[in-house]
T-cell receptor, first 117, second 110 residues
Framework: GAVVSQHPSWVICKSGTSVKIECRSL??????MFWYRQFPKQSLMLMAT?????????EQGVEKDKFLINHASLTLSTLTVTSAHPEDSSFYIC?????????????FGPGTRLTVL | RKEVEQDPGPFNVPEGATVAFNCTYS??????FFWYRQDCRKEPKLLMS???SGNEDGRFTAQLNRASQYISLLIRDSKLSDSATYLC???????????FGRGTSLIVHP
């Protein structure tokens, strides 16, 4: 099956710092990647849809200036949490959509657990 | 009505039991549905897809009821390793961007 990697797997940072999370499709090209956030005992909440070579589409309530997304190539999308605060602590998961497949069928990265002190 | 609703559980069942979860959805135009499994602190993994009336894969059976707008997941002969959260996924609104339910927690005990 398609493999998606995410780096780092966990990060602890001080309030006010910026954190970059990388999402890579290892054995396929992903024109579309999705970024999700999941708080404990909650469902995955879609934050944004990232399309290679164009601006990301953010979901309502997600600040695009705070969560910067760059999808510079067909195998890499990055999410930067700028000026992180404790309320940004969460599990961030990316997924990649395989062309020709339903958008519901996504391949997920292992996730990044962010803790902001 | 929420777009995708699931009973969070937990469902606590003994090994060997049969257990079923339901997931209701509000978008009557939805054509495809998925069940994902998520282990604690891990990413979701695709379990089954449902495009028509249902799908069966070993001990797992997914069924779709379009009239009542719900899908179900049936697990037979439960194993300890089936303990996880099961997420229902349905397209959102007029797009094909998926919406995840909050998941149903299953605990299989000896």
């Amino acid at each position: 099956g398609a493999v998606v990697s995410q780096h780092p797997s966990w990060v602890i940072c001080k309030s006010g710092t910026s954190v970059k999370i990388e999402c890579r499709s290892l054995d396929f090209q992903a024109t579309t990647m999705f970024w999700y956030r999941q708080f404990p005992k909650q469902s995955l909440m879609l934050m944004a849809t990232s399309n290679e070579g164009s601006k990301a589409t953010y979901e309502q309530g997600v600040e695009k200036d705070k969560f910067l997304i760059n999808h510079a190539s067909l195998t890499l999308s990055t999410l930067t949490v700028t000026s992180a605060h404790p309320e940004d602590s969460s599990f961030y998961i990316c997924s990649a959509h395989l062309s020709g497949r339903s958008y519901n069928e996504q391949f997920f990265g292992p996730g990044t657990r962010l803790t902001v002190l | 009505r929420k777009e995708v609703e699931q009973d969070p559980g937990p469902f606590n069942v003994p090994e060997g039991a049969t257990v079923a979860f339901n997931c209701t959805y509000s978008n009557s135009a939805s054509q495809s549905f998925f069940w994902y499994r998520q282990d604690c602190r891990k990413e979701p993994k695709l379990l089954m897809s449902v495009y028509s009336s249902g799908n069966e894969d070993g001990r797992f059976t997914a069924q779709l009821n379009r009239a009542s707008q719900y899908i179900s997941l049936l697990i037979r002969d439960s194993k300890l390793s089936d303990s996880a959260t099961y997420l229902c996924v349905v397209p959102s609104g007029g797009s094909y961007i998926p919406t995840f339910g909050r998941g149903t927690s299953l605990i299989v005990h000896p």
